[in-house]
């Protein structure tokens, strides 16, 4: 699971729409957290313009 990257703003945006800190929304968006919650902010961020990128580097 890779990041999400966001216009700046929307990480704001999204932790009013679900009552959290945006700390919470940090967390989800780069996928430390993997509870319901976590998943319902990455597709919200998603649906507003995010773009997953992959974090994995190749060696």
């Excluded at 704001?12 to 679900?18: G, L, S, V």
């Excluded at 989800?28 to 961020?45: D, F, H, V, Y």
């Amino acid at each position: 699971m890779g990041e999400i990257l966001m216009k700046h703003g929307e990480r704001k945006e999204i932790a009013k729409m679900f009552n959290v800190s945006e700390v919470t929304v940090r967390n989800a968006l780069k996928g430390r957290t993997q509870s319901e919650l976590s998943r319902r902010i990455r597709r919200m961020a998603i649906q507003r313009g995010g773009i997953e990128v992959d974090d994995s580097k190749s060696m």
